[in-house]
């Protein structure tokens, strides 16, 4: 359509701006990790060479680039801290995913049943925590997991357990936390697609003899798969990385990916290895991006 | 003939009210300790306002709540302003050169673990030799919260009904005036709530600050998640009780903003 052509040549002229923002703050720092993941380490500021010097013209940069190496690469694939660190990260993100699949699923079941007008009121409900800072909810559950927190006073007066348990530094009260901060994360797309179903397909399906539970697995969860696959993308790529969680509520014997590479940059000053641990994580996160990126593109683009 | 499938059997309500409680007590308790007078965590001494008081007396962690509060008003009026304009790309600039390239910039940050993008970006500011502190922090959480302002708006932009704009156009406006007279005031709501949401994802991050930042501009999560570390202590639960009603206030006068603005009622809260 004409008009829709004469509205598109501004709308292009406003992208440059983000366009070159993002170019600027997102692509070029992807770029240096990139560089230094191949660099050394040096006792020096910035802590790593080569150090590309423009100003030292052609030869010294060729010289530079000539310097760069795999070394880096090499370490992480020898040393067993740095596998084993990505393995716990994809054995913690799938595991919490399915826990999340557990508890979501029902959540965003009930709310799609609920009556329209207590519909809006529900996702409000489930959206207000996300609102609230993530580092105050992962804290608040410091203060129920605590020695004498509330959970261990409310297990000893139930006479569950005879003296109080260690909640805080293990794996389970990180599984909480996790759970507990990507919830929302997982009820909303859930609810999305559960609430957008045709009612009419299970009513047909109760009348052709189906009991509840088989209409359940024959026809709303097949149909509900869009926004599985969205749930399970927006939570398990981001718990992978995942920093703050594990770092405050799980023990320190065994680290997350995350953990290792702050480990890297701030304690151990590697920048280079940390970069290098960078790189590789993203790389194992690409095929789950790529998964993302197209649900996302679909929803969003798709709608007109 | 009564449809079973109709009906919220108690196995939802039960799901429901248990999922609900879940998300909100752990905040609800953490609040009502705040106001604990004692100074063991888990005892209950009676009502009192001594963490608050004891909160407002600490230089340190006021000048960090100071130095956050800046740091997200900035970056989410900066962010609101490139990603509503990205926005605008995406939803009407139709295919142009580089569009993939685009799209994928804006979306991989929502996922992105953040100490990739932290890493990076400090990588970036130590080439430039730039001086890390409140900018740095500001360019960075700007970075990351103009990709949420981004889908939020596209996201109404698509759903807008576009006959309104060539309808503006045939009667005789430009483009861009058509934009401003009829698209912008309807989505105003979405732009509202995405500068709320870069301001409190802002306030919130850790991760990316404590790599961007420099010597002695720590943001509040900063000093919070320091204090964290070494156990629980009343004065936090304060502080995040304040946060907590920060936003709150925040929701609802962006919510009631939004109302005003459109006839629709569209919530101010998205997704």
């Not at chain 1, 070029?28 to 010097?53: C, E, H, N, R």
């Amino acid at each position: 359509m004409s008009t829709r052509r004469i509205f598109a040549r501004p709308a292009r002229y406003a992208a440059i701006a983000p366009y070159l923002w993002m170019a600027l703050f997102f692509l070029v720092p992807f770029g240096l990790v990139l560089k230094i993941s191949l660099s050394q380490t040096a006792i020096a500021q910035p802590p790593y060479t080569p150090v590309f010097d423009l100003s030292e013209g052609w030869q010294a940069l060729k010289a530079a680039f000539e310097e760069l190496s795999l070394d880096n690469f090499r370490l992480l694939l020898s040393d067993n801290l740095y596998i084993l660190s990505y393995l716990r990260s994809l054995v913690v993100a799938a595991t919490s995913t399915l826990i999340l699949i557990l508890i979501g699923y029902p959540i965003a079941y009930g709310m799609a049943r609920l009556p329209q007008r207590w519909q809006g009121l529900a996702m409000t409900l489930v959206i207000v925590p996300f609102w609230t800072s993530f580092l105050i909810r992962v804290y608040a559950w410091i203060n129920i997991l605590q020695h004498d927190g509330l959970f261990n006073r409310i297990l000893l007066a139930l006479h569950l357990v005879s003296e109080p348990v260690t909640w805080l530094s293990t794996d389970t009260a990180m599984y909480i936390g996790i759970v507990y901060s990507y919830l929302p994360f997982m009820i909303l797309p859930l609810y999305a697609t559960l609430a957008k179903m045709d009612r009419a397909l299970l009513e047909a399906a109760e009348d052709l003899g189906a009991s509840p539970w088989k209409a359940f697995w024959l026809v709303t969860f097949p149909l509900s798969l869009p926004g599985v696959g969205a749930g399970v993308l927006l939570c398990f790529i981001p718990i992978v990385g995942e920093f703050v969680i594990p770092d405050l509520l799980a023990g320190s014997n065994s680290l997350m990916i995350g953990q290792t590479l702050w480990l890297e940059f701030f304690t151990n000053k590697d920048w280079p290895v940390a970069s290098a641990v960078a790189i590789a994580l993203l790389l194992l996160l690409v095929p789950p991006l790529v998964l993302y990126d197209r649900l996302q593109r679909r929803q969003v683009e798709g709608r007109h | 003939m009564a449809h079973t499938v109709n009906r919220l059997s108690r196995f939802n309500m039960t799901a429901l009210a248990l999922g609900l409680a879940f998300l909100y007590l752990p905040i609800v308790i953490l609040v009502i300790y705040s106001f604990n007078a004692s100074r063991l965590v888990n005892v209950w001494g009676g009502w009192s306002l001594r963490w608050y008081v004891e909160f407002f007396n600490d230089r340190a962690m006021l000048e960090a709540a100071w130095m956050s509060l800046r740091v997200a008003a900035v970056s989410a009026t900066l962010a609101t302003l490139l990603g509503t304009l990205a926005a605008i790309g995406l939803a009407r600039g139709e295919r142009f050169a580089g569009r993939a390239l685009f799209s994928g910039m804006l979306y991989s940050p929502l996922v992105m673990p953040e100490v990739i993008s932290g890493l990076s970006l400090l990588l970036l500011f130590v080439a430039l030799n730039a001086e890390r502190g409140f900018w740095t922090v500001t360019i960075a959480h700007t970075t990351l919260t103009m990709c949420f302002v981004t889908v939020v708006v596209q996201s109404r932009l698509t759903s807008l009904d576009r006959s309104l704009e060539e309808a503006a156009m045939d009667l005789g406006c430009n483009p861009v005036k058509a934009f401003l007279m009829v698209t912008l005031p309807l989505i105003i709501p979405a732009i509202v709530a995405g500068w709320m949401l870069a301001f409190t994802l802002s306030l919130d991050d850790v991760v990316i600050a404590s790599f961007t930042t420099g010597p002695g501009s720590a943001t509040l999560p900063i000093r919070i998640y320091s204090e964290v570390r070494l156990g629980v202590k009343p004065e936090i639960n304060a502080i995040s009780t304040l946060v907590i009603a920060l936003i709150a206030v925040l929701i609802v006068a962006a919510s009631f903003a939004s109302k005003l603005s459109s006839s629709q009622g569209e919530s101010a809260v998205p997704l």
